[in-house]
């Protein structure tokens, strides 16, 4: 049985959803940021990047939230998380991700996070102030680029639906209105009626 380790409403959500569109036999535990347990040696033990999600598998612990919706969806194909048997529309889906993951969610972490990038507090100010812009910029790419509706890949549902659904919800405390992308919102309500989506969601409430 796989476990996951995740946080409530950051990236792990779109891993804990992948295992469940999947069907997927796991078990989860939560870690809690406010109490820092992502730092402590049990967990370190883990991860030693202190962070979530983590995927514990027969073959291995994985870490970064891209490799493992990749694995999920390939791990479980009979779910079509993926379009498995065409390798550039695979690399598509890769390639989404991996902007979702090298581009946004950094951009979203400059707000909350910026002690990762600098010591100096006006530094966090500046980076605190240019987030909301350069994650509008990024729903702006995604609206008129990546969304080819009404999923990412058409009309087939993949784990990139799910990862850009997760990261949507982080656009009001960027002060971004998702209304202001029609795509796009069009998208984050597709795809939150799913019963795993929903169903995940109210745990993480």
Request: net charge negative; charged share 20%.
């Given at each position: 049985?796989?476990?996951?380790?995740?946080?409530p409403?950051?990236?792990?959500?779109?891993?804990?959803i992948?295992?469940?569109?999947?069907?997927?036999?796991?078990?989860?535990?939560?870690?809690?940021?406010?109490?820092?347990?992502?730092?402590?040696?049990?967990?370190l033990?883990?991860?030693?990047?202190?962070?979530?999600?983590?995927?514990?598998?027969?073959?291995?612990?994985?870490t970064?939230?891209?490799?493992?919706?990749?694995?999920?969806?390939?791990?479980?194909?009979?779910?079509?998380?993926?379009?498995?048997?065409?390798?550039?529309?695979?690399?598509?889906?890769?390639?989404?991700?991996?902007?979702?993951?090298?581009?946004?969610?950094?951009?979203?972490?400059?707000?909350?996070?910026?002690?990762?990038?600098?010591?100096?507090?006006?530094?966090?100010?500046?980076?605190?102030?240019?987030?909301?812009?350069?994650?509008?910029?990024?729903?702006?790419?995604?609206?008129?680029?990546?969304?080819?509706?009404?999923?990412i890949?058409?009309?087939?549902?993949?784990?990139?639906?799910?990862?850009?659904?997760?990261?949507?919800?982080?656009?009001?405390?960027?002060?971004?209105?998702?209304?202001?992308?029609?795509?796009?919102?069009?998208?984050?309500q597709?795809?939150?009626?799913?019963?795993?989506?929903?169903?995940?969601?109210?745990?993480?409430?």
């Amino acid at each position: 049985m796989m476990k996951l380790y995740y946080t409530p409403m950051t990236c792990a959500l779109s891993v804990h959803i992948a295992l469940e569109e999947s069907g997927a036999d796991y078990e989860t535990q939560k870690i809690n940021f406010a109490n820092n347990e992502q730092r402590s040696p049990e967990f370190l033990a883990i991860n030693p990047k202190g962070r979530v999600p983590v995927l514990v598998t027969d073959q291995g612990t994985l870490t970064e939230t891209p490799a493992m919706l990749a694995y999920i969806a390939q791990k479980f194909p009979a779910a079509k998380l993926a379009p498995l048997d065409d390798l550039f529309k695979f690399a598509e889906v890769q390639s989404v991700n991996s902007y979702l993951c090298s581009t946004v969610h950094v951009a979203h972490a400059h707000r909350v996070r910026g002690i990762r990038w600098a010591d100096d507090e006006q530094a966090h100010e500046s980076m605190k102030k240019k987030a909301p812009q350069n994650m509008a910029d990024s729903c702006k790419l995604i609206e008129e680029q990546i969304l080819k509706g009404p999923y990412i890949m058409g009309n087939d549902f993949s784990i990139s639906d799910i990862y850009l659904n997760t990261i949507c919800r982080w656009l009001a405390s960027d002060n971004v209105e998702i209304s202001d992308y029609p795509n796009l919102n069009a998208h984050f309500q597709l795809v939150s009626e799913r019963p795993a989506v929903k169903k995940i969601i109210a745990l993480h409430q």
